[in-house]
């Protein structure tokens, strides 16, 4: 990945003016949402979502030839106009998607001249429009699946796509991947039946499995945490694991005793762990610990929920957002930045490369963090007290200009996303 002929190609198509988009004027607009996948990131500003980095399989939604882009382009439809009034963004793999007033609009993991097109088929050649969350899961080496809540069922949940683990909860693996959205369901009752998950508030997707937070019968008190694909490595969170374990339909997250973990507030689907938000704000992470990516101290991977600590008698506490990565986590506590795991590509933002078995405070160079998300590589990071000024940050890996500052130079430091046709800093 780091080898010379890597960057001098990249410089290459570079230099050739592969990746270059003209951009707009830049004016003030509060940044809502930034997503990563591997080796590229994407934001939104104003309703229009620009994206940076690799763009070999339609990463960027810009209709360009193959190559890289170090700086922020903008999504574009088929007949090249701007895709506008985008509401939040979800990335995994090489693809990603984007809400729009109820629908799903998605890009990437299919071929380099790729741009933003209507996804979320129902029978009858209807497409979803009440679409209220979103979550993309998959991996560069395997086929990406898409979830949605719509708000018109119930609140459950649809998916589509990659299903070879489950991910999708139909209680099934049946290839190919189904392209029509169908409905996430749950064991319930004696005898046992399937029926839709309804009521759910949020979802996150990771490599091959999915998790939702769903309504306790008190909204107020929070929620419950449902979790279906692979389990390999205890990730579901149901005290099971091994090579062959998956949870074909959505299953709660409970204790070794059977209790159901409330009081909730949000999930994060990381690559092969999961970690939830509670409203006490402290964070529970079950799965693969070999890398420390739970933060308890020890390589240690559980398939029931722990509380993550920042020594090892202190629980951390303080929390208002969590994000799974692929061998690491991250939060905002505070508004600074926290991680734990490991830090192969100094991607904690703390000009070092040392790993964290606890969470620790990582980033100095920004305050006030409102956002951020991470993938194996990066972390990106929106700050900024006023919405008007927010900008988006990066930091780790750039050898495909995914730090967004139009360069391939990694850095142990956040740095500016910019734009690719001027320079100015984003957004």
């Known amino acids: 990945m780091r080898s010379t002929w890597l960057r001098f190609f990249v410089c290459f198509l570079l230099i050739a003016g592969v990746g270059v988009q003209r951009v707009p004027s830049v004016h003030a607009a509060t940044v809502t949402d930034v997503s990563v996948g591997t080796y590229f990131g994407c934001a939104v500003t104003a309703g229009s979502v620009y994206c940076w980095g690799r763009h070999d399989k339609g990463q960027l939604g810009s209709n360009q030839a193959p ?40 890009w990437g993991g299919s071929y380099a001249f790729d741009v933003a097109q209507r996804n979320g088929s129902l029978s009858g050649g209807q497409y979803i429009s009440d679409a209220v969350s979103l979550a993309v899961g998959g991996s560069s080496n395997g086929g990406p699946h898409v979830c949605v809540i719509r708000s018109s069922q119930s609140r459950s949940i649809w998916c589509w796509g990659n299903n070879n683990s489950g991910q999708l909860g139909l ?50 008190l929070g929620n419950y945490v449902y979790c279906w694909g692979n389990n390999g490595y205890g990730q579901i969170g149901n005290g099971r694991s091994g090579v062959t374990e998956k949870a074909l339909t959505a299953t709660q997250l409970k204790t070794a005793a059977g209790v159901a973990i409330g009081a909730i507030s949000s999930v994060s689907a990381g690559f092969i762990h999961t970690c939830a938000l509670m409203k006490n704000t402290e964070v529970m992470c079950w799965g693969y610990g070999l890398d420390y990516q739970l933060g308890q101290g020890a390589q240690t991977s559980s398939s029931r929920a722990l509380s993550v600590k920042t020594d090892a008698s202190t629980k951390l506490t303080g929390v208002t957002a969590v994000d799974a990565g692929e061998k690491f986590t991250c939060a905002i506590k505070n508004t600074d930045i926290w991680c734990w795991g490991t830090n192969t590509y100094g991607q904690f933002g703390d000009s070092l490369y040392i790993p964290a078995q606890y969470a620790v405070r990582t980033v100095t160079t920004i305050l006030d963090v409102v956002d951020i998300d991470t993938t194996k590589y990066n972390v990106c990071a929106v700050n900024g007290t006023i919405a008007a000024s927010r900008k988006v940050y990066c930091v780790g890996d750039n050898d495909y200009g995914q730090l967004g500052d139009r360069s391939l130079i990694d850095s142990t430091v956040h740095v500016s996303v910019r734009f690719v046709g001027n320079g100015a800093t984003f957004p």
């Open 171 to 220: 209680n099934h693996t049946r290839q190919p991947a189904d392209s029509l959205a169908r409905q996430v369901l749950t064991s319930s009752g004696t005898p046992l039946s399937f029926v839709p998950l309804t009521n759910a508030q949020g979802l996150s997707a990771g490599g091959y499995h999915t998790c939702a937070t769903v309504a306790m019968a008190n909204p107020k």
């Open 67 to 106: 190559g890289v882009s170090a700086g922020a382009v903008r999504v574009v439809l088929s007949d090249d106009t701007p895709l506008t009034g985008v509401s939040q963004l979800a990335s995994n793999g090489d693809k990603t998607c984007a809400l729009k007033s109820g629908q799903v609009w998605c």
